[in-house]
């Protein structure tokens, strides 16, 4: 049976930013993707079909729906991981799964009947029904500098991205050769926090401040938009 997460999200500015990591990080670890600076880098590579449905569904508000990326961490994809993230009244559920460079390459390449018979992962060949079936292809490259904090007694982890940026030189995703454009000004941030069924009162005070308003915010959506105002 799947299990369903909370997301909290949150725009912030940089001065509410700066004051709720320092209380994070006197309660909660960085997690372990950070680097000395207790930042890192990600970079995702996200689909839609033909009729741009996980846009679309994303507008519309629609309570049940999924969409895929391939997501690397840092400035090079040493580790690739193919992602489906699916959303049901508010709460998210994601699957995974480990794929090559080479996987990827026939992925970018629209080979994906190739890749079916090569694999017996079943999210990898349910991508690739998808990709033959509904059409689906690669959309925009969203990047951004990421802070993440965990509690793993509670499952808890909040993340705060700055600098989130798109990009539709898709065919550049292995080789980060690719011009990026701002989705927020430079001062707004992303709060995100994830947790199962219980927040603990001490995170939850930290959180809730009261100039941060809960918003339904995707960085695909936002990119696809930003892609259309400059093209």
Known sequence: MKRYRNEWKYRLPEADLAVIENRLAAVMDLDYHSGQSGNYEIHSLYFDDYKDTCAKENEAGVSRRFKYRIRHYGSTPVILKLERKEKMDGRCHKDSAIITKEMCQKILDGSADELYWETEDPL??????????????????????????????????ITLDKNISVSDHVEEFLT??????????????????????????????????KNLQQSSFSKYYLGRLKLQEIN
Do not use: W
């Not at 690669?138 to 982890?157: C, D, H």
């Not at 707004?188 to 005070?205: A, N, Q, R, T």
């Open 124 to 157: 990898i060949r349910k991508f690739c029904v998808h990709m033959m079936t509904r059409l689906f292809e690669p959309k925009a490259i969203i990047s951004y500098e990421r802070a993440a904090y965990v509690e793993e007694i509670a499952n808890v982890r």
């Open 176 to 209: 980060g050769d690719y011009l990026n454009y701002p989705i927020q000004e430079k001062s707004e941030h992303v709060l995100e926090v994830k947790f199962d069924d219980i927040l603990p009162g001490y995170i939850k005070s930290i959180v809730s401040n």
